[in-house]
């Protein structure tokens, strides 16, 4: 690196410098300041974007109305992670109004739609639930079996029991609910030591 050894030549390599890169800084700064500007604008946007949703998601949900009112919803804020809520909102209250085939729409929208992975496998569990209220026995267990984070491994092998007890399998439902247990399915869900001891084998008579 060059060192200037009098402030006269530092201030003439100052000039120099702005006389060759003179344009070309000026472009740059100009550039720059364009994109903070832009982004800036950006952010706002998001922001408001956001806001906007935001209170089309309490107005929706204080109506009474999500699942009349969903499509419309998800519609005109597919980009918003509201959308995702409203699906989950709109396909409980189906379920609530036993209106499955509804409720298995929204929810394979969210697994269609949703980039985040827990979310898209809360959806999954719950379709194969509806599935198993359908009597769709193969539909939940092909819906179990897809790639599901390793957190939901309890949830899947309890509900894939579910089924096979469904189905009156009882050695595959006891194989799955065991491995459920494994997984550690028992804690804080007694609901699955129950299904385990109905249908735990009683020893012959000596």
């Keep these: ?25 000026a472009v740059g700064i100009i550039a720059g300041l364009g994109g903070l500007y832009g982004w800036k604008a950006y952010n706002q946007h998001q922001i408001t974007s956001a806001e906007n949703a935001s209170d089309s998601f309490t ?28 699906a989950f909102v709109a396909a409980k209250e189906a379920v609530e109004k036993n209106d499955l085939d509804a409720a298995s729409e929204k929810l394979n929208w969210i697994i269609t739609h949703e980039k985040n992975t827990e979310l898209k496998a809360t959806a999954a569990t719950r379709l194969a639930r509806v599935h198993l209220a359908q009597k769709q026995y193969e539909q939940a267990l092909a819906t179990l079996n897809s ?32 491995a459920a247990a494994d997984k550690g399915g028992l ?6 030591q129950i ?12």
């Design 187 to 192: 804690e804080n869900n007694p609901l699955l």
């Design 59 to 86: 107005q929706l949900v204080d109506s009474g109305a999500v699942l009349d009112k969903a499509e419309t919803f998800i519609k005109d804020n597919n980009e918003s992670s509201y959308s995702t809520l409203v």
């Design 195 to 206: 299904k385990l001891d109905d249908l735990a084998q009683t020893s012959p008579a000596a």
């Design 147 to 178: 790639t599901l984070p390793e957190s939901f491994a309890a949830t899947v092998a309890e509900l894939k029991g579910d089924v096979f007890a469904a189905q009156g399998d009882k050695d595959q439902a006891r194989s799955q609910y065991q």
């Design 1 to 25: 690196m060059e060192i200037y050894s009098t402030e006269e030549q530092q201030a003439e390599a100052i000039k120099r410098f702005f006389r060759e890169n003179g344009v070309a800084l």
